[in-house]
């Protein structure tokens, strides 16, 4: 268990800055749309587990975390249904330069697709992350770094600035811009709460070169009931902000787009852990 800690508390974890890691997660999450009778009204239903396996090799470390999603559209007035699956295991090398400066190098694989006829070359897109991490004091680090992922629509390239700030005993500052931002407060050991910001931009194929692109952005409160020292169970409740869902065709060059014009909608979550904790 020491050397999980001390890989912890080297472990930049790519595209996240945050004082705990989680070694096994689950969960559920249900978008309800804030106008149903909307011609564009969509339903959401994503279900996720994730795994955290950290290797020592020399001084340096190797992250490997899989993970799979099933993310279901569910239209009741005007598209059709979906039903995607999705895939990826982040590659991360983590390097420590001295005390002060650690560099993150990630590679990421993904499926993204229906997959209705199996896992094909169409199906596929590949990225990577680089974030570097520059701890000013204890208790306090920044982040800087840049996104890559090959998106069904085109390139996608996106800078990183992130913080992890342990402002005193009862509050923790996390995240990494633009793609999620974090404020914790600490009750008691047991529960902790407090409010979070999600950004998310993805693409899912649906046929040859068709897809559908999604830019949706969530503003949550969280509750996380800690059941032992090691092991959480967590509660968000929100609404997206600005979703934006288009229908999109590409075979090369730019893509070209239908507006989907969906509802923004109400967000609920529900999650389990198996997390170690830095701070």
Known sequence: MKKLQLIILLFPYSGKAQ????????????????????????????TSVALNIPLKIDSDYIVINPVYENFRMTFPLSFVDREFHV???????????DSKWKTAFVFIPRVSSL??????????QYGGALLTSYQKKETL???????????????????????DWNINSKWNLFGVLPGSMNLEYKFRKSM????MFRSI?????????????VNDNHLKLFLDFYLTKKQVISIEAGHSILRNYRSGYRKSGDADYYAMNVT????????????????
């Open 201 to 213: 931009t993805s693409s899912y194929r649906t046929f040859d070169h068709n897809f559908i692109r």
């Open 264 to 279: 923004d909608g109400y967000l609920f979550r529900i999650a389990y852990a198996f997390r170690l904790r830095t701070d």
């Open 192 to 195: 902790h709460a407090g409010i």
């Open 87 to 97: 895939g990826y295991v982040p590659l991360t090398w983590l390097h420590k330069w």
């Open 19 to 46: 004082p705990f890691i989680d070694l096994v997660s689950a969960y559920y999450q249900y978008s309800a749309a804030d106008k149903p009778k909307n011609n564009n009204t969509v339903y959401t239903d994503l």
């Open 115 to 124: 997959l209705d006829n199996g896992i094909g070359r169409r199906d596929m």
């Open 141 to 163: 680090k920044f982040k800087l770094g840049v996104y890559y992922n090959s998106e069904f629509f085109n390139h996608f390239v996106m800078p990183l600035v992130g913080i």
